[in-house]
């Protein structure tokens, strides 16, 4: 099984992790973006929207768990084909919080540049916005190195 | 959408709006949305609809220059199925009748 490890430098990711943890919570009971469901019926909505918190939950739980002891001894993260996929949607997930809860004063055309002065930024956007690129990084590498895996999964 | 109640039994009119629900030919759109990576939409669609990069990228590409992409159109059911499993990736997906047909 294809397997990545990533090196990643604790100075900088582990003061993030309060933030991913802070957000993650809520998105066992919140959809991360609300969604249209146009004329489905209510009963049905109900049990979409339910499967949609179920399985956004089981993928947050993923993401967390990426982070573990090993992961604040060596600072190494591990992704392969059974977690890729929850992981990348997790992320999707918690970026999609980060802009609704501190990011939306930015600006949508700065979220999609990322081109941001990160010394004018309060603490919390800046915090914020950091986790909200690294999410971003992590996507991209499991995509650049999984990305046949999860199409064929 | 209006029933003639004197006409029909409410089984009736469940069949009657079911029937119109699961008829006919419905869209799947995509919507831009300013989060999601060019690179991750182009990945789901891939590996939702079976596209090539080529096929993916221009419809990735249309929805972030227009907005939306219809990205499927066919049998109700299976548009629901579709709209349910992009919203999973949290895409923002939607799914409206096809009346040009």
């Keep these: 099984m294809k397997r990545v490890e990533v090196k990643l430098s604790l100075a900088v990711v582990a003061p993030l992790l309060d933030v991913i943890k802070q957000l993650a919570g809520g998105l066992g009971q919140k959809l991360a973006a609300p969604q249209e469901l146009g004329d489905i019926d209510t009963e049905f909505r109900d049990a979409w929207v339910g499967e949609l918190l179920t399985g956004q939950s089981a993928d947050v739980q993923a993401l967390l768990a990426l982070f573990d002891d090993e992961f604040f001894l060596e600072g190494v993260v591990a992704f392969d084909k059974d977690n890729a996929e929850p992981i990348m949607r ?5 970026r999609l919080r980060l802009r609704e809860v501190y990011l939306k004063g930015l600006g949508d055309d700065i979220l999609e540049g990322g081109d941001v002065e ?11 916005f950091m986790c909200y ?9 499991i995509i650049q190195y999984l ?3 999860i199409i064929e999964s | 959408m209006t029933f003639d109640n004197a006409k029909s039994s409410p089984s009736t009119e469940t069949l009657s709006r079911t029937e119109l629900e699961l008829s006919g030919v419905w869209r ?6 300013p989060v999601n990576l060019m690179s991750y939409v182009v990945m789901i669609f891939k590996k939702v609809f ?4 080529t096929a993916a990228r221009r419809h990735m590409l249309e929805v972030h220059e227009q907005g939306r992409s219809v990205v499927w159109s066919g049998l109700r059911e299976k548009a629901e199925a579709y ?5 999973q990736w949290h895409l923002t ?8 047909r």
């Design chain 2, 28 to 33: 799947v759109v995509v919507l831009n949305d």
């Design chain 1, 90 to 94: 997790a992320c999707a997930a918690v």
């Design chain 2, 50 to 53: 079976g596209f090539t990069e």
């Design chain 1, 133 to 141: 690129l690294f999410l971003a990084t992590v996507q991209e590498l």
């Design chain 1, 147 to 149: 990305d046949s895996s």
């Design chain 2, 83 to 87: 709209v349910f499993t992009l919203q």
């Design chain 1, 118 to 128: 990160l010394e004018e930024l309060s603490e919390p956007v800046r915090k914020a």
């Design chain 2, 93 to 100: 997906a939607v799914l409206e009748p096809d009346e040009t």
